[in-house]
C-alpha cells in the first residue's frame, strides 16, 4: 500500500514541476468552451439545450489530451522497467499513477463544471447532475484511458491511436452523462442513470488496472 501512496505523491509532483503538461489539455477544454456562448449568442434556451453536451465534450477532450502522459515519461527513461524488474506490485503503482491523473484532470474539470453549468443556463438541479455524473465517470474514464496508454508505449503519435482505441468505450459514459444532467433539468428523477455510471466505474476499477498491468509488460517485451 505504501507504494501506491508514493507513486501518487511522486507523479503529483511531477505535475506541478511540468505544469504545462495538465493545464494545456485543461486551458484548450476551456476555450472551446468559453467559445460556444461567443458563438451561438446570449440566448438562454439555446445554451441550455446544448449544455450537457459541451460539458462532457470538455471532459473527454481533458482525458484524451493528457492520458497518453501516464506512462510516457516512466518508458522513455526506465522507470518501467525497473519496477517490474523490481519487488514492488506493479498493480499498485499503475492504481497510483491512475488516481495522480484524475487528481490533476479529471477531478479539476469536475469542480470546475458548476462554472460551466452557470455559464449556459444549467438550473441547480442540472448543476448538481453534472457534478455527481462527472464524479463517478471521469474516474471510468482515465481507468479506461490507461489501457490504451499502456498499449501505445513506444509508439510515435501514440495520441491519435489512444483516441482510436478508447473514444468508442467512451460513448456508454457520454451517452449515461448527458441523459442524466437532461433528466435532472428537466426536473425528473436521475437514479437511474447515476447507479448505471457507478456500476461501470466499480466493473472498471477491477479490471482495468489489471489489463493496464499487462498491457506495460507487453509493451516492454516487444
Do not use: C
Amino acid at each position: 500500500m505504501n507504494i501506491l501512496l508514493l507513486t501518487v505523491q511522486r507523479d503529483l509532483l511531477l505535475y506541478v514541476r511540468q505544469p504545462g503538461d495538465i493545464f494545456n489539455p485543461l486551458a484548450f477544454s476551456l476555450l472551446v468552451i468559453s467559445l460556444f456562448p461567443l458563438g451561438l449568442g446570449p440566448s438562454s434556451d439555446t445554451l441550455n439545450e446544448i449544455s450537457a453536451g459541451i460539458i462532457w465534450v470538455a471532459a473527454l477532450l481533458t482525458t484524451l489530451f493528457s492520458i497518453d502522459l501516464m506512462f510516457k515519461e516512466d518508458y522513455e527513461d526506465g522507470t518501467l522497467e525497473q519496477m517490474i524488474l523490481g519487488k514492488e506490485s506493479l498493480l499498485l503503482v499503475v492504481y497510483g499513477k491512475i488516481i495522480a491523473q484524475w487528481l490533476v484532470g479529471g477531478l479539476v474539470i469536475t469542480l470546475l463544471s458548476p462554472l460551466f453549468g452557470l455559464m449556459f443556463y444549467v438550473n441547480t438541479d442540472g448543476i448538481v447532475a453534472t457534478v455527481l455524473a462527472l464524479m463517478l465517470a471521469t474516474p471510468t474514464m482515465t481507468l479506461i484511458g490507461s489501457i490504451g496508454a499502456a498499449l501505445t508505449l513506444g509508439v510515435n503519435k501514440s495520441g491519435v491511436l489512444i483516441t482510436i482505441l478508447i473514444l468508442p468505450l467512451y460513448l456508454p459514459l457520454l451517452i449515461l452523462g448527458v441523459a442524466m444532467i437532461d433528466t435532472a433539468s428537466a426536473g425528473d428523477n436521475y437514479t437511474g442513470h447515476a447507479l448505471w455510471l457507478a456500476a461501470i466505474l466499480a466493473i472498471t476499477i477491477g479490471f482495468a488496472p489489471l489489463a493496464t498491468e499487462q498491457g506495460i509488460r507487453i509493451s516492454l517485451s516487444e
